[in-house]
Each structure stands twice: as structure tokens, then as C-alpha cells.
């Protein structure tokens, strides 16, 4: 099983910053299989990139995701408002989970 | 519009077998592209895949879990049902079911979760 594993546990960021989120694996991964959620509290948890790097329907562009290998990052380029959550990676290869990072308001 | 939700009990004893089923709409179960997943997330924790069915009947389940969940589909009536057997309360969790895309793996669209209670 590949385990997932996501850096910083929690960010402190303020609106308009630039977050970067980290996602290991413990094997490689094939890009297509790499997934990012954002999860706010109360809520289930929404798509936001799929196959490394593809933005879902909807998603502002302010969402980047990019990465390959054992490596990848969720890049959120000026933060709104509404971006504070919990973000989770997810691969294939038997679907796992990262255990998450907090992005809070600083 | 693409839509699933969760249906099944607030509460179990511990032993008992939980029965969940997920309703989905907007898609079909018949969708080759497609398929369900189940997912679970004990309060203040982590997201944790638990089973996944596609509609050629393909079914995987977690390693850590395998031996006590199954995992069915009902086509006609658009269901997809996930038993877990032997409930303990560590099992307490949300548990969602989404649609699972079959290209990449990823999981587009989520029901609301129901959650459920695991006490004597």
C-alpha cells in the first residue's frame, strides 16, 4: 500500500498569500493517479485537481497542482477568503489518502 | 445533475452488521467511465477509502478491512450497498459514498455523508 504523505500538517497563512501544500509518496505514483481535495468543516470533501495537474470543473485557477514521481504539490496562487480548509491528496495504486493539511487564517 | 447520498442507520450496537446504501442520480451505474466509491472519516480525522465498485461488477476493498466489508450495486434501482460486519466503535465515523471516474481514479462527486454512531 503507498502511503501518502502530506507536509506541513497545518499552514498559518493570511488572503492574497501564496500557499504551497506537499504531498509524498512512499513509492512512485503514476501522475495520472494523484488527486487533491479541499474539505471544509461540516462539508464533504470537493475535487479540486485530478491527474496531477488538471483543474476540475469549476475550480478557479488559482488552484495549480503539478508534481510526478514521489513528489507533489498543490499550489494556491493568491489566497481568498473561502481557500482556508483542509486539503487531502489521494492516489490509486489501492486508493489511499494523505492524513491532510490545515490551511488556516494567520 | 449529478447527485448521490447516503442512506442507513445512525446507530449500532458493537458486533452488529452496518448496512449503508448510497443512491446516485444524474449518472449510471451501467456507465463503463464510472463507477462508486465508499469512504469513511472518523470525526476530526482523516479521509480513508474503504471499497469501490465499477459496473462490470470489478470490486476492490481496503487491505486493513477487506475481511469484513462487501460491496453490491443494484443497476435498476440506481444503489450501490456497503456492509461492514463486526461494527466496533472505533468504526464511528461519516461515511461518504462519490462517483469514482475510471480514467484516473479520482472521485468527482460526493454525497453529503451520513454519519454513524457505534455504542451499546
Known amino acids: 500500500e503507498i502511503v501518502l504523505t502530506q507536509s506541513p500538517g497545518t499552514l498559518s497563512l493570511s488572503p492574497g498569500e501564496r500557499a504551497t501544500l506537499s504531498c509524498r509518496a512512499s513509492?512512485?505514483?503514476?501522475?495520472?493517479?494523484l488527486a487533491w481535495y479541499q474539505q471544509k468543516p461540516g462539508q464533504a470533501p470537493r475535487l479540486l485537481i485530478y491527474?496531477?495537474?488538471s483543474r476540475a470543473t469549476g475550480i478557479p485557477d488559482r488552484f495549480s497542482g503539478s508534481g510526478s514521481g514521489t513528489d507533489f504539490t498543490l499550489t494556491i496562487s493568491r489566497l481568498e477568503p473561502e481557500d482556508f480548509a483542509v486539503y487531502y491528496c489521494?492516489?490509486?495504486?489501492?486508493?489511499?489518502f494523505g492524513q491532510g493539511t490545515r490551511l488556516e487564517i494567520k | 445533475q449529478v447527485t448521490l447520498k447516503e442512506s442507513g442507520p445512525v446507530l449500532v450496537k458493537p458486533t452488529e452488521t452496518l448496512t449503508l446504501t448510497c443512491t446516485v442520480s444524474?449518472?449510471?451505474?451501467?456507465?463503463?467511465?464510472?463507477?462508486v466509491s465508499w469512504i469513511r472519516q472518523p470525526p476530526g480525522k482523516a479521509l480513508e477509502w474503504l471499497a469501490h465498485?465499477?459496473?462490470?461488477?470489478?470490486?476492490s476493498y481496503s487491505t486493513s478491512l477487506k475481511s469484513r466489508l462487501t460491496i453490491s450495486k443494484d443497476t435498476s434501482k440506481s444503489q450501490v450497498v456497503l456492509t461492514m460486519t463486526n461494527m466496533d466503535p472505533v468504526d464511528t465515523a461519516t461515511y461518504y459514498c462519490?462517483?469514482?471516474?475510471?480514467?484516473?481514479?479520482?472521485?468527482?462527486?460526493w454525497g453529503k455523508g451520513t454519519t454513524v454512531t457505534v455504542s451499546s
Open positions: 513509492q512512485s505514483v503514476s501522475s495520472s493517479y
Open positions: 489521494q492516489q490509486y495504486g489501492g486508493i489511499t
Open positions: 444524474g449518472f449510471s451505474l451501467s456507465n463503463a467511465r464510472m463507477g
Open positions: 491527474g496531477a495537474s
Open positions: 465498485i465499477f459496473s462490470n461488477d470489478e470490486k
Open positions: 462519490a462517483r469514482l471516474m475510471a480514467s484516473y481514479y479520482y472521485m468527482d462527486v
